[in-house]
């Protein structure tokens, strides 16, 4: 098990945390909350192999718990460009859905039966599931943090770069969450640090080799 696998799980606690270590998040002791909170509320978890049940509906993969309304998936596919591809004709282009097309039918459709999605519209479909359960998790005060496990590994630039986009524009300017990305291509992010906010932390067999912060 590699160094960023042994994070994640230890951050979501499937492993268990040597005696003398201790994870904290906001001066809370991960292991001082139980198993549900850190899961369902603590954290929202993108890995990077996208999980998509073809015979499954599109609300599924949105809104798996069945507890959003349509206009919150609406809107959630409108920040990550995909409303238009599910939508096809009954989508104007501008945020607008056809009166013609009933939208309890478009949630109802099987995922096998849209267009088969490229890689990174598989990872966009999964920031849009991200972004809905932040509608349904909430830990106190605290936003959940989100977790991005190598996501873009199997892209391309030019979509490496559409997700990272979304990335910024809907979960951190947007709504102020704190993101954890785990990369082996960390030139992608380079350019997106944040000058007195944004941390690198560079790991090698197991640890930790480094730590930067992205000076002002």
Known sequence: MDGKSSLLMSLLRLLTIQPTGIITIDEIDLASLRLDDIRQRA?????????????????FHLDPTDTLPDTALV???????LLGLFAGR?????????????????????????????????????????????????????????????????????????????????????AGHTVLVVTHRPAALTRRLRPGQDVTVWMAHGQVERVETVKI
């Not at 929202?44 to 015979?55: A, E, K, M, N, R």
């Not at 809107?75 to 460009?81: G, H, R």
């Not at 282009?93 to 939208?103: K, R």
């Open 43 to 59: 954290f929202v978890t993108v890995s990077q192999d996208p999980f998509l049940v073809p015979g499954a509906s599109l609300r």
């Open 75 to 81: 809107e959630a596919l409108l920040k990550t460009k």
């Open 90 to 174: 009954s989508y104007d282009g501008f945020g607008t859905l056809a009166m013609s097309s009933p939208m309890s039918s478009l949630w109802d459709r099987t995922l096998s039966s849209f267009p088969v999605l490229s890689a990174g519209q598989a990872q966009l479909l999964s920031l849009t599931r991200a972004l809905l359960q932040l509608q349904t998790r909430s830990f106190g005060k605290r936003k959940p943090v989100i977790l991005l496990d190598e996501v873009t590994a199997s892209l391309d630039a030019e979509t490496e770069a559409a997700v990272y986009d979304v990335l910024e524009d809907v979960f951190i300017k947007g």
